[in-house]
């Protein structure tokens, strides 16, 4: 499937100063283990939260839905339920359809974020999808904002002596690797209990 966009937007200049990026917010990701990540019963709400608040601020971000597009049989391949966003997009709230990890890429997601727009980023996974974003948004010269306990991925097999060996690395560990990673790239981690002042000048 071609990445595009469902939206054509042409947003005032001032309503990219802020964005709320949602990335792989999908069915899939949020539906209960193994299918949806083992933190889907906490990550979802808080989403959900973060969501509920920038659309009731006086002058909310701009809101963009980022949705991946799996292979077939894969549980977020196209027009399958899983593919489908957990949250409706409102009118102006762009989507865009993406097939790699970087949203960024093979998108019109660069046409939406100017290089100097604070990006505030949620959703999945956060060892492919967030990170490659992430680290794409500062490249840019985007001031990044990650948010802990609205990001979340899957639990990791690690694999070494020529595939001898394996073991798992529990999800919530690998959250806490790119949350360092990312901070030390320099990501802006921030807590639930900052959302009140999230989209507001600090």
Known sequence: MEPS????????????QRVLLLIAVQ?????PP????????????????ILSHARSLPHPPLIIHVRNCGDQGEADEPNTPGWHLVHDPLPNEPVIDKTKNNAFTGTRLAEYIRPDAE???VGMQSDFCVRATCSTALIRGNLVL???????????LDV????LA????????????????LE???????EMRDLPQIFTDR
Do not use: F
């Open 5 to 16: 966009s469902s939206s054509s937007l042409h947003l005032p200049s001032d309503h990219h």
């Open 146 to 156: 990650l948010i802990r306990g609205a990001h979340a991925t899957y639990d990791r």
């Open 166 to 181: 394996t073991s798992v690395t529990p999800a919530d560990t690998v959250q806490k690797e790119i949350e360092a990673e």
């Open 34 to 49: 193994p299918v949806g990540v083992p933190a889907s019963e906490t990550v979802g709400p808080n989403i959900a939260n």
């Open 184 to 190: 030390e790239a320099g990501v802006v981690l921030l």
């Open 119 to 121: 990006i505030v980023v």
């Open 27 to 31: 069915k899939c990701m949020l539906s």
């Open 160 to 163: 070494w002596n020529s595939g």
